[in-house]
């Protein structure tokens, strides 16, 4: 199983940058795909789920409004649209592949996120 995102760098405040994860080697339409984010020293932190069918979505409270996860089961892929980015949003975000009720849980290996002027 691969995850590999794609799309990170670096934006001002109030600009919107879109992060791609592309996935191979497991049943993709069958799995809950998420984003998270980590900075040092702390937690990784769950930012968005998407459940296998697109239809289901959560976000933190700090991205609500701002972020949106989505999906293409077509192309195995899953985005995270991220608009009105603010400096505490800066982080490395990783995408996360987990079959429900199992112990399949696969990470990608994370793409840095840096919002400054």
């Known amino acids: 199983v691969q995850l590999v995102e794609s799309g990170g760098g670096l934006v001002q405040p109030g600009g919107s940058l879109r992060l791609s994860c592309a996935a191979s080697g497991l049943s993709f339409s069958s799995y809950v795909m998420s984003w998270h984010r980590q900075d040092p020293g702390r937690e990784r932190e769950l930012v968005a789920t998407l459940n296998s069918s697109g239809g289901s979505t959560n976000y933190a409270d700090s991205v609500k409004g701002r972020f949106t996860i989505s999906r293409d089961n077509a192309k195995n892929m899953v985005y995270l649209q991220m608009n009105s980015l603010k400096p505490e949003d800066t982080s490395v975000y990783y995408c996360?592949?987990?079959?429900?009720?199992?112990?399949?849980?696969?990470w990608g290996q994370g793409t840095q996120v840096t919002v400054s002027s």
């Open positions: 996360n592949a987990r079959f429900p009720s199992s112990h399949r849980n696969y």
